[in-house]
């Protein structure tokens, strides 16, 4: 089964969003809505309506970046909590991380080095434990989704695919999970064992650029430097680079 993982209604009443899905040929949904998850029933009625599978989550915006949290049970704690941030108008790392671990469920970063939005880029390996990582990104860089990809293989994180919280795009990206999938318990436990799989559709106008990085030409400044800009007992493991990560 197609999922988008994080899939936010936005403006779109439940009817709307439902069909939107359903047209981009997605077999289910989390409809996650940024800092609130009560009330979601309407939208995972209309999913169902649909015969689409239809989960809950919610939306955790950080300084810099989003998290998205998904509850082993919605129908009770989860969506009686308070999800405005405890300080100011975003959440911590560890706010977010501790109330999830206290409900229960699975926790994941959305795109990390999608640099049209703030994104925490390489602070992403401070998110220890997280249990996913969208390594989709929602420009169309295929650079960014390569350092997302490297993130979440160091942070031992489930690939995920979706369409970033932004109902615009919806179905450009989703998440494989096993047909026989169907409960919310189910989900979270199939991202923490890390049983996903990413398919994303690229617009046959606006394709993402699949071209290696190339090296630049050398600059006069260059000369007595060693290649690479690194010291000269740096280039075999010498110095400056940290210990190697499986």
């Known amino acids: 089964m197609l999922i988008d993982l994080h899939a936010n209604p936005g403006d779109l009443d439940p009817q709307a969003f439902a069909k939107r899905v359903y047209d981009a040929g997605l077999g289910g949904?989390?409809?996650?809505r940024t800092h609130v998850a009560g009330d979601l029933t309407p939208w995972l009625s209309a999913l169902?309506?649909?015969?689409?599978?239809g989960f809950a989550g919610v939306t955790l915006e950080l300084e810099k970046g989003r998290l998205v949290f998904l509850p082993d049970d919605w129908e009770g704690e989860f969506a009686e909590t308070d999800w405005t941030p405890p300080e100011g108008n975003v959440w911590t790392w560890e706010d977010a991380k501790a109330k999830a671990d206290a409900i229960g469920g699975a926790l994941f970063?959305?795109?990390?080095?999608d640099r049209s939005s703030a994104a925490p880029a390489?602070?992403?390996?401070?998110?220890?434990d997280v249990d996913g990582?969208?390594?989709?990104?929602?420009?169309?860089?295929?650079?960014?989704d390569r350092l997302a990809e490297a993130a979440a293989r160091t942070l031992g994180a489930a690939f995920i695919g979706s369409s970033g919280g932004d109902p615009a795009r919806i179905g450009v990206a989703g998440t494989v999970v096993d047909d026989e999938i169907m409960t919310e318990p189910e989900l979270v436990q199939a991202i923490k064992d890390g049983l996903t799989f990413v398919i994303e559709f690229e617009p046959t106008d606006n394709r993402k650029d699949r071209d290696p990085p190339r090296p630049r030409a050398p600059r006069?400044?260059?000369r007595g430097r060693?290649?690479?800009g690194r010291d000269r007992d740096d280039r075999r493991g010498g110095r400056g680079r940290g210990p190697r990560r499986d």
Not at 109 to 113: G, N
Not at 122 to 128: E, L
């Open 29 to 32: 949904a989390v409809v996650a």
């Open 48 to 53: 169902e309506d649909l015969d689409l599978a």
């Open 109 to 113: 970063a959305s795109h990390p080095y």
């Open 122 to 128: 390489d602070a992403i390996y401070k998110f220890k």
């Open 133 to 144: 990582v969208a390594v989709r990104s929602l420009a169309e860089r295929s650079g960014w």
């Open 220 to 222: 006069d400044d260059d």
């Open 226 to 228: 060693p290649r690479g």
